[in-house]
């Protein structure tokens, strides 16, 4: 493992621009480093997703790792990161460039290894937003359970290991009505006014803090002038629990509560535009525990089993092993100041890195 190698890719990697939908310049620079680390098979597959195989000696089925491509940030919100005392700062290096430059990192340590799994490592889209997870989608539909793991790498998420799926649905609601002059038509009802007193009615369902739950209004967009009655309005909302029933009740109220609000010229509707499916492996699956022992074998402290939203949600939802792992420790996540911590890569690294291969058919003992 050469730490500078890997900073050096994390940043190459960051400064070029990868909107969710949008990725093909960065999966061309991902394409780049396959071919100069001689992975084998590099493909590109109908999703965009970027695949390349280290040859094992083909006694074990093959492991997945793979790290996302896209960002939440658009091709103007990008500015190149910057190394600062210990940390690398700017939008995008923690999730998740630096998982990236993990993967180029591997694609050169794992050939000597000769491990008896194939490796395939994949740099995918389509994990953020409303991407629904589309390049995991296409990668489990060509490997399926032919393979002994999914191992998907974040770049923040040091020390803590997923391997249950959250649920999330996501919707937008759409208010719709005549219109009109606020003053010369006064009394017509608003499409602003009536979504705003449907969000606060949904706003106020129950939330329950177990099983962990959350409710979010994200955007809300609509109107025409500040002098006009509002003739359409939207918003995006996004449901969360790690009970799926949960998640069906609170579609059931929204559906009756749109109803209710739906009066006169104004007319709500509810169109799903995001669904991140849930699942689960026991703590106790050979996988997971390979990343328990992996982790302690390189820190001091206990890592934490989660549940939450990642590539590795697609997987367990049809029952096949994976988890997902992080690299180092940061903060800021979304915003323009995210940051990582340099310390920990190296080491979060050779968890990584053990994880993968005794995934992959190695020994524990021989490591």
């Known amino acids: 493992m050469d730490l500078a190698r890997l900073i050096q890719h ?31 098979d590099i493909d590109v597959d109908p999703a965009g997703n970027v695949l390349g195989r280290v040859a094992g000696t083909g006694r074990a089925q093959p492991v997945v790792v793979s790290a996302h491509m896209d960002s939440v940030f658009t091709r103007e919100q990008v500015s190149p990161a910057r190394r600062s005392g210990s940390q690398l700062i700017g939008p995008g290096v923690g999730d998740n460039a630096v998982a990236l430059a993990a993967l180029a990192e591997l694609a050169e340590d794992l050939p000597s290894r000769n491990t008896p799994a194939d490796i395939w490592l994949v740099a995918n889209v389509c994990e953020e937003g409303l991407g629904n997870l589309l390049g995991m989608q296409h990668v489990v539909e060509r490997f399926g359970d032919r393979v002994e ?16 799926g959250l649920p999330i649905r996501r919707f937008r609601i759409e208010a719709h009505g005549e219109g009109g002059h606020s003053w010369i038509h006064a009394g017509r009802a608003s499409a602003i006014h009536q979504l705003i007193e449907a969000g606060q009615q949904m706003l106020g369902m129950a939330i329950p803090d177990h099983p962990r739950s959350t409710l979010n209004v994200g955007r809300i967009v609509g109107g025409t002038s500040i002098n006009s009655i509002a003739s359409m309005a939207a918003m995006e909302i996004d449901m969360r629990s790690e ?5 069906d009740r609170w579609v059931d109220k929204t559906m009756a509560i749109l109803e209710a609000h739906s009066m006169g010229s104004v007319q709500l509707t509810m169109e799903a535009i995001g669904h991140r499916p849930g699942g689960a492996i026991p703590s106790d699956h050979p996988l997971i525990q390979a990343a328990v022992t992996s982790y302690r074998s390189v820190f001091s ?3 934490v089993l989660e549940c939450g939203s990642t590539d590795a949600s697609l997987p367990l939802s049809v029952g096949l092993p994976a988890v997902c792992v992080g690299l180092t420790s940061g903060g800021e996540a979304h915003t323009a100041q995210e940051f990582i911590a340099i310390e920990p890569l190296a080491r979060g690294y050779e968890a990584l890195l053990r994880l993968v291969l005794i995934a992959a058919g190695i020994p524990e003992s021989e490591l």
């Open 10 to 40: 994390t940043l190459a990697i960051q400064a070029v621009p990868a909107p969710t939908f949008d990725e093909q310049e960065r999966a061309a620079l991902m394409q780049r480093i396959a071919a100069a680390a001689r992975l084998e």
């Open 301 to 303: 402290d206990e890592p």
């Open 149 to 164: 793991g999914y191992i998907v790498l974040e770049g923040m998420a040091l020390g803590h290991i997923y391997h249950r």
């Open 243 to 247: 009970d799926t029933m949960i998640l």
